[in-house]
């Protein structure tokens, strides 16, 4: 049996998750409806605990990646663009735009959970029995921001991103301070150059073995999911399922608005390219984002279906969407924005302004450092809650439905970065219709 035969035995990780989630969910109505949500003691009682602290452990891992992973993540990304003097025309462009169509990504989120409300009408007690929020304040916003207009808060919001003592931040996990700190650090890394290569190869190494420990906490994922959900089942019963279902509509919708409005729009005017036409061209590489959850694994489809298909110029193609695949998450940027007012919801937080914009500005920054594989989100969603000061227990509800939901996001992370390589190519003069009958005949996935 060959090595590739032995890795292709037992089932992907992404659907030992599904089966985790699905056998979670059955466990908890089951002991809901059979015994009640007010068990404390017995069997069952004792079953609740023990998922309930299996659950907490892969909380505090995820959560113990977080300041590492961030610090590392964001500044390879931006390192790697190359000198930010020398990104040139093309370069300046590409980033602009994923920049844009990031910030748009997280506005329809925000829109449509307000809009919605998917949160409310939880039972809080039952959340409280899980010891989800018990700490959580009636409502949370930065000190001193709530009674000033929106302009003085978003410019004190930009303030504030500013450390006075980056080692302070990093202590006190303040991530949008960790962020700039980081952003700063990587733009004069990547202009120093050749003297900075020492610390760029640290730093490159802990974002390895951050990645790495997404992948090694991923391994535990089924059986914590399944431990989370059935725990949170248990003592919500259908009551979880009306929320969860209000919740992943409200993400759908808001999906939807970004990639059937606003990246359909930016194709239609500035790519001046028929969007039917594109959608039907990397059709083969939505439907592989679609399935496998990883905009990474899509990536050499992405760039063969934009070049062959969609008449792409290859030398936009070979930059714009492996640049993409790294730093332009909008499904997943929009997602977290969803699922923090979702979260903060549940707990019956009331979020100011102010935090609504320090939510926007961290969603659309931290999209930068997701890693393009299954399950990365779920690191990058305690980012936001901790830049939100929420806790992360909240994420043990969405975690019932975020499998689905990541097909659907990476889906439109795809669906983005094939809009930003024709809105590119169409302004450098690089982009012809492709022949009709014209196939793709490098579609296989990598």
């Not at 930009?158 to 733009?187: E, H, R, S, W, Y």
């Amino acid at each position: 049996m060959t090595a590739t035969e032995k890795k292709k035995k037992g089932l992907d990780l992404q659907w030992k998750i599904l089966i985790g989630i699905v056998l979670g969910i059955a466990l908890g109505l089951f002991i809901n409806v059979t015994y009640g949500a007010g068990v404390t003691t017995g069997p069952i009682y004792a079953i609740k605990t023990v998922f309930k602290y299996g659950g907490d452990i892969f909380i505090r891992l995820l959560r113990m990646l977080i300041i590492p992973l961030v610090f590392a993540s964001i500044f390879m990304a931006i390192v790697n663009l190359g000198d930010v003097r020398a990104l040139g025309k093309l370069g300046g462009k590409t980033v602009g735009f994923y920049f844009l169509t990031t910030a748009l990504a997280v506005a329809a989120g925000l829109l449509v959970v307000n809009v919605f409300n998917p949160g409310l009408g939880i039972d809080k007690e039952a959340l409280s029995a899980l010891g989800i929020g018990t700490e959580v304040p009636g409502k949370v916003g930065r000190a001193g921001v709530g009674e000033k207009s929106a302009v003085i808060i978003i410019i004190d919001t930009f303030v504030n991103m500013i450390p006075k003592n980056p080692v302070a931040a990093f202590a006190k996990g303040d991530i949008l301070q960790v962020i700039f700190f980081t952003i700063f650090l990587a733009i004069m890394a990547s202009i120093v150059g050749k003297a900075s290569d020492t610390m760029t190869n640290v730093i490159h190494g802990l974002d390895r073995i951050m990645q790495k420990g997404i992948m090694a906490i991923m391994v535990i994922a089924p059986y914590a999911i399944f431990m989370l959900v059935a725990a949170i089942f248990m003592d919500l019963g259908f009551a979880a399922l009306k929320a969860l279902g209000k919740y992943a509509l409200t993400v759908l919708v808001g999906l939807g608005i970004h990639a059937f409005i606003t990246l359909t729009a930016l194709v239609w005017i500035f790519g001046k390219y028929n969007p039917l036409k594109l959608v039907k061209a990397v059709a083969p590489a939505l439907m592989t984002a679609w399935s496998t959850a990883s905009s990474a694994a899509t990536l050499p489809m992405t760039m063969s279906n934009l070049t062959n298909r969609a008449g792409v110029s290859p030398k936009v193609a070979n930059f714009v969407l492996p640049l993409g695949a790294t730093v332009n998450m909008d499904g997943t940027a929009l997602y977290e924005s969803v699922a923090v007012i979702f979260i903060a919801q549940l707990l019956g937080v009331d979020l100011t302004f102010g935090m609504q914009i320090v939510i926007f500005i961290t969603a659309s920054l931290a999209a930068i450092g997701a890693a393009a594989i299954p399950g990365a989100g779920l690191v990058t969603m305690g980012i936001v809650l901790t830049a939100a000061g929420l806790p992360l227990d909240g994420i043990g509800l969405i975690l019932a439905i975020d499998r689905i939901l990541d097909q659907f996001r990476t889906a439109i992370n795809v669906w983005g970065d094939a809009c930003a390589a024709v809105v590119i190519a169409r302004s450098e003069d690089a982009i012809s219709e492709p022949a009709e009958g014209a196939d793709d005949l490098a579609a296989e996935p990598a």
